[in-house]
């Protein structure tokens, strides 16, 4: 309330008009959909709709009968199971990589090129080239016991207890990259002198890396920990292309129960619910984050 | 670039030509095969490896006659080299639909993917001007619910969007598609834009200002020309974004209108007839081209792209 508007000068509203035509767009988006849509979807999440959405309150019944269903529950296990292993292994073999590619090497740009390619490949397209590979009939494991071993068995696919280790190497494939460049950023800006301090204190490489430097890249982790977090939360297309959640209901997804129960078992009001529960997964994963970064400090961005 | 190299590259003769004179002084030169030296470059190479293979499993296998897929391995190089996989996967592979092959769902994407990119960067630049040079009172306010926006799974949202596309009447068409994906690149463009104008000096604003020009006039005049890599940058972002998009393109189409991912996973995933690998393979090149052809060509830029929108994300 900074203008308490002069006489003569013009309407606070056509201050900066063209500005705020321009914004339309952004206001809309943030206003209706954003917000709009994520309200009303939590709003229908406690109505009975079916085929089409209604206004019939029933109260929790739609997350008592989400929480009743196995296929449901072994989704959420699946994405507990994929989710922390997909966490801690980008983490290191990103870390990992970086830390390789630090080292003044030669032909660092061939490297990271083709580390880093997969990800500028679709989830569709990583999921049907896994499923491939992971074939039992002609993939590694037909390779592997035509080397003589004969009872070799890596068939996740195919096997409802290890499935999910299936899709969690696709995904690492397609994602490692990502975070290898932003360790490597990251490793990037550390300060040349901390180093020389470490060599001239005697200090073995890994001991700098793991008690120096790693703590100094705390903010890098966190932000890379965050992009991780809220990829695996909409993890859907990996699944489809690779597992179409088979076999049986092994490999599902919350994304994925969402999807069939709003646009194939057009039971609205389910999907609603686990639509919610997604939202409130990535709350707990944000929010703290959010007030972390930009609670404190103010005004980093 | 190359200049400052050269430049660089002179000095350092000449300081090394002034060692020479006065002794040896520096590092002792490190010898290239040590053992650290193997166990980098033999952990690179391996790693390398693991990337390269699924690519090279794909290419070796969509050149290989189904006959040759039974008998062999998988890494196996083809004996008998052949491109009908390619033709078929393009021209007449079958979906349970129709039997177009990719072609269909090619040109669906480029349909999808051409105007989606111009679209929200077209949005998305104003937006970001907007905020960084013009801004509101309330601005702030709605850009802080645009970048939360960010973080919700598309799942919440997408059936309140289907009711207003239906509402507007284009629910299922490309045009349809083509707002959802301006709508959802909004917020990391946004960013992008506002950070990059916010960067540029703001005195050369103020002057344009002073000389009498407007919103759009500095817009167009001065922001345009200044900020083509910020322009390459979203565009790498959002073509393979756009390109390599599954769940709007199945939410948000009718089957005719399908991109070209949704096509690929139909024609791979079909329960009809006999798997044949080799069309399965092609068609997942020929899907993966794009964004292929995108990364590999603008190199740093997409490095650069990734991080902007992750870091910042």
Known sequence: MTGHAKAGRPNQFLRNLNSKIASIPMILTAVVIFLGGTIWTVVYSFTNSKLLPRLSFVGLDQYHRLWAAPRWVVSIENLAVYGILSMIFSLVIGFVLAALMDQKIRFENTFRTIFLYPFALSFIVTGLVWQWLLNPEFGIQSVVRSLGWTTFAFDPLYTPSIVIYGVLIAALWQGTGLVMCLMLAGLRGIDEDIWKAARVDGIPMWKTYLFVVIPMMRPVFITTLVIIASGIVKVYDLVVAQTSGGPGIASEVPAKYVYDYMFQAQNLGQGFAASTMMLVTVAIVVIPWAYLEFGGGRKRV | ?313
């Open chain 2, 1 to 313: 670039m190359s200049d400052t190299i050269t430049l660089k590259n002179a000095n350092g003769g000449a300081a090394s030509t002034d060692k020479t004179l006065s002794g040896p002084s520096g590092r002792k030169p490190r010898r290239v095969i040590s053992g650290r030296n193997i166990m980098l470059y033999g952990t690179l190479f391996v790693a390398a490896a693991y990337y390269l293979l699924p690519l090279y499993v794909m290419i070796v296998t969509s050149l290989k006659g189904m006959p040759e897929i039974r008998l062999g391995n998988i890494f196996s190089p083809p004996l008998e080299i052949t491109f009908e996989p390619w033709v078929k996967a393009w021209a007449t592979a079958c979906t349970g639909l129709n039997c177009d092959g990719l072609s269909r769902g090619f040109w669906n994407s480029v349909r999808i993917t051409v105007p989606s990119t111009i679209l929200s960067i077209a949005i998305a630049s104003v937006n970001g001007y907007a905020l960084a040079n013009w801004r509101f009172k309330g601005a702030d306010f709605f850009f802080s619910i645009l970048i939360i926006g960010a973080f919700i799974p598309y799942q919440v949202m997408i059936y309140p969007i289907v009711i207003v596309l239906r509402e507007i009447g284009i629910y299922g068409t490309l045009s349809g598609l083509i707002l959802v994906h301006s709508i959802f690149g909004m917020p990391i463009l946004t960013l992008l834009f506002r950070n990059y104008f916010a960067s540029l000096p703001v005195e050369l604003f103020k002057a344009a200002r002073i000389d009498g020009a407007g919103f759009w006039q500095i817009f167009l005049r001065i922001m345009l020309p200044m900020s083509l890599p910020i322009f390459v940058v979203a565009m790498i972002l959002q073509i393979t974004g756009i390109w390599n998009d599954f769940l709007f393109g199945v939410v948000f189409t009718r089957p005719e209108y399908y991109p070209m991912t949704v096509q690929l996973n139909n024609i791979v995933n079909s329960v009809q007839g006999v798997k044949e690998y080799n069309v399965n393979m092609a068609a997942t090149i020929l899907t993966g081209l794009v964004p292929l052809i995108v990364y590999f060509v603008s190199g740093r830029l997409f490095v650069r792209g990734i991080a902007a929108g992750a870091v910042k994300g």
